[in-house]
Structures are given as structure tokens and as C-alpha cells.
Nanobody, 123 residues
Framework: QLQASGGGLVQAGGSLRLSCAAS????????MGWFRQAPRKEREYQAA???????YYEDTVKGRFTISRDNAKNAVYLQMNSLKPEDTAVYYC???????????????????WGQGTLVTVSS
């Protein structure tokens, strides 16, 4: 129901824009989040956006990443600028249950997950 895309190989300092397309249900009323998982690490919260458009970021990406949503397209985006090698990971989009209106950093609070997209940042 969620499909992330837009990953790829980029040099340090470069930019990528990830997209998360939803299908099968409307996610306009859901809190949406972006997470990433590097090899041998746990899945980590990066950013979230509420249905009203309030945005929240992990400290390490604040000022570099921007989350946005287009409810008409049932999509969420993650603009990533000033990428660093440590940003290398598989990135996932996720959604909370629609009745839950607050953001969360905990991946276990999200019940809808898409397949990830790999971002590789070379030094």
C-alpha cells in the first residue's frame, strides 16, 4: 500500500528526493513518517508529518531534510540535501493509524510500511 522510490547513488553534499506513493487506501488523514535502516542497525526515525502539515525531524537531519505531503496525490516526500555518507541506508515510509493524530519516533507506532528505497552516499 506504500511504495518508496527515488533512492540512488549520490556524492556527499548532493541531494535526493524520495517519494512515497500510496495505493489501496487514502492516507491523507494519517500521520506519515520516514525511517531509515543502515546495515546492522535498527530502523531509525527521520521525519514525520501530521495530517495538518506539522512537521517533525530527527536532530541529525534537521535543516537538511524536508518532509512534505500532497494529499491530492496520496503521496509523501522527503527532500534530502547536503547528504553525508552516514545517511546511507534503506529509507522507508510509514503511516500511523488514522485515529492517531500525533507524530511518533517509534517505528512500532506505525502500522503501514512500504518497501524501502536504497540511498547510498559516497564520500
Amino acid at each position: 500500500q506504500l511504495q518508496a522510490s527515488g533512492g540512488g547513488l549520490v556524492q556527499a553534499g548532493g541531494s535526493l528526493r524520495l517519494s512515497c506513493a500510496a495505493s489501496g487506501r487514502t492516507f491523507s488523514s494519517h500521520v506519515m513518517g520516514w525511517f531509515r535502516q543502515a546495515p546492522r542497525k535498527e530502523r531509525e526515525y527521520q521525519a514525520a508529518i501530521t495530517r495538518s502539515g506539522n512537521t517533525y525531524y530527527e536532530d541529525t537531519v534537521k535543516g537538511r531534510f524536508t518532509i512534505s505531503r500532497d494529499n491530492a496525490k496520496n503521496a509523501v516526500y522527503l527532500q534530502m540535501n547536503s547528504l553525508k555518507p552516514e545517511d546511507t541506508a534503506v529509507y522507508y515510509c510509514a503511516a500511523r493509524r488514522s485515529v492517531l493524530t500525533t507524530f511518533s519516533r517509534n517505528p512500532y507506532d506505525y502500522i503501514y510500511w512500504g518497501q524501502g528505497t536504497l540511498v547510498t552516499v559516497s564520500s
